[in-house]
């Protein structure tokens, strides 16, 4: 018998604005995704998956590889497989859909990383109400990699906010963040310096806003390790954060402690 419903929040975007305009390719990570997915539904939990649109998000091809599965090629194909076509990643619902069902069902909620949610999920109303939601019910709550990023979506005026950053003024940003939920939360998110690792070497662009400041714009207490892609996981209340990549099972095995300790839904 399944012990609830977890809620994977998935991002539709395919690319992401750079500076000097134009964009760059994105999406999901497949670790990011398919690990802690797995560990969910290995401890009992049943997983919905929506998204802003109701469509299966894309996996940033950068990430489908062994190199992100410790170098263990039958893991990196198991996990293709996985997402490939287990019933959990392709019946995807819209965020819209879940609300009008009832969040009261959900134990936890979990969005996974790649650049994509910087797209849309940190300015989605939609994903705003639900994260208020499990926030007023402390209900817990994970967001790995970048995926940091879209607790941002749970402040009155995310859209303004994102597009202060864009415009780079932080001061106005954080005027926008005014009754942010999450102000004073301790946290974790893609550091600075593992970004620009990324847009060195996979972007060949510079985003126009990192996570770390974004999220210390809101109000957020970021903590990042002081080595690059070390594992690394925040949690304060209902709120448990992941780095980087690297911190996909240490995050998994934190969510599936917390959704273990939560009252039992009925």
């Keep these: ?12 975007a395919t690319r ?40 299966k998000p894309h996996i940033d091809p950068v990430s489908d590889a062994p190199e992100h599965f410790g170098g263990d090629v039958a893991a990196h194909e198991r996990a293709r497989l996985f997402y490939a076509s287990h ?25 996974p990383g790649g650049q994509a949610p910087v797209v849309d999920l940190m300015q989605d109303p939609d994903l705003g ?7 007023r019910f402390e209900k817990p709550t994970a967001l790995l990699c970048h995926g940091p990023i879209a607790v941002v979506s ?21 005027e926008w963040a005014r009754g942010w939920p999450y102000a004073g939360y301790r946290m974790t998110v893609f550091s600075n310096t593992e ?19 974004a999220l210390e714009t809101a109000g957020g207490k970021v903590i990042t390790t002081s080595v690059d892609f070390e594992p690394n996981v925040i949690e304060d209340r209902e709120l448990i954060t992941g780095q980087n990549p690297r911190s996909d099972h240490p995050l998994a095995a934190r969510f599936v402690a917390a959704l273990n300790r939560a009252p039992v839904l009925v």
């Design 129 to 135: 109400e639900i994260l208020r939601h499990f926030h």
């Design 87 to 111: 019933p959990a990643m392709n019946t995807v619902r819209t965020l819209r859909s879940v609300i009008a069902e009832g969040l009261d069902a959900y134990a936890g909620v979990f969005v």
């Design 16 to 55: 992401i604005e750079v500076q000097g305009g134009g964009t760059g390719a994105t999406g999901q990570y497949l670790n990011e995704t398919v690990v802690p997915a797995m560990a969910i539904l290995e401890a009992g939990y049943d997983i919905v998956l929506a998204t802003p649109d109701g469509t």
């Design 195 to 213: 970004e620009k690792v990324v847009e060195d070497y996979i972007l060949h662009a510079k985003l126009y806003f990192n996570m770390v400041d």
């Design 154 to 174: 749970a402040m009155p005026h995310a859209r303004e906010f994102r597009a202060a950053l864009i415009a780079g003024d932080p001061a106005k940003a954080a």
């Design 1 to 12: 018998m399944s012990k609830g419903k977890v809620l994977l929040i998935g991002s539709n």
